[in-house]
């Protein structure tokens, strides 16, 4: 829609305002064709900003996923512990291997 494109800044989600917005660009002799146009535009726009605030509460969940998975992983990494000799279990074979080769 041609009016609603070139002057999308002057129309808003209330009916009677784009009315007069209408009046103000356009010359629509039947009161029922503008009050056609004039409702396209209001459901338009409403559908738009909700579309938009859904976008917006849907990155905002991502966002906040993220932020936790980030935080998860960052607290079990400082977790993860390095096994040492003592945590292996020991077996007779593993008691005969001496812990320091080096001499």
Same mark, same amino acid.
């Given at each position: 829609? #041609?009016?609603?494109?070139?002057? %999308?800044? @002057?129309?808003?989600?209330?009916?009677?305002?784009?009315?007069?917005?209408?009046?103000?660009?356009?010359?629509?002799?039947? %009161?029922?064709? %503008?009050?056609?146009?004039?409702?396209?535009?209001?459901?338009?726009? %409403?559908?738009?900003? /909700?579309?938009?605030?859904?976008?917006?509460?849907? /990155?905002?969940?991502?966002?906040?996923?993220?932020?936790?998975?980030? #935080?998860?992983? @960052?607290?079990?990494?400082?977790?993860?512990?390095?096994?040492?000799?003592? @945590?292996?279990?020991?077996?007779?074979?593993?008691?005969?291997?001496?812990?320091?080769?080096?001499?």
């Amino acid at each position: 829609m #041609e009016v609603l494109e070139n002057n %999308k800044a @002057d129309f808003g989600i209330n009916f009677d305002e784009n009315k007069k917005t209408l009046d103000g660009i356009t010359i629509i002799r039947s %009161k029922s064709l %503008k009050n056609k146009i004039a409702g396209y535009i209001t459901r338009f726009l %409403k559908h738009e900003v /909700l579309d938009k605030k859904k976008q917006d509460e849907k /990155l905002a969940k991502q966002t906040k996923l993220d932020e936790e998975t980030s #935080e998860n992983l @960052d607290s079990n990494a400082s977790e993860v512990k390095t096994p040492t000799s003592s @945590d292996v279990p020991q077996t007779k074979k593993t008691q005969e291997i001496p812990e320091n080769t080096s001499e």
